[in-house]
């Protein structure tokens, strides 16, 4: 691991993948994973990642979450790389969502 896991993560801001990213993906229910390409350019938040610190950050895809919807309105649970996620991402200088 490269990136300290105190580093902080801008929770709930859109950020943008610089290059294609490995995601890992959780199904819930079995909480079985599999492996896709975030493409470069992608949009996601990012979310605490209180029990995967340092390996993992959660996120959701697009610009619109309000929260981390993994067991709350998705089946699945996508997961950056703790290092990606700090070297391969980017912060976009809009503000989240809001209802």
């Known amino acids: 691991m490269l990136t300290p896991p105190d580093e902080p993560i801008e929770v709930g801001r859109v950020h943008r993948t610089l290059a294609d990213v490995e995601m ?4 819930y229910d079995r909480i079985a994973s599999r492996i896709e390409v975030l493409p470069a350019g992608s949009l996601f938040q990012p979310w605490e990642p209180v029990h995967w ?11 619109r979450a309000s929260q981390f ?4 309105s998705a089946w699945d649970g996508h997961f950056l790389r703790w290092d990606d996620f700090f070297r391969r991402c980017e912060l976009v200088a809009t503000e989240p969502f809001s209802d």
């Open 24 to 27: 890992v993906v959780y199904d």
């Open 69 to 72: 919807d993994w067991g709350v």
């Open 53 to 63: 610190r340092g390996e993992e950050v959660p996120i959701t895809l697009g610009d």
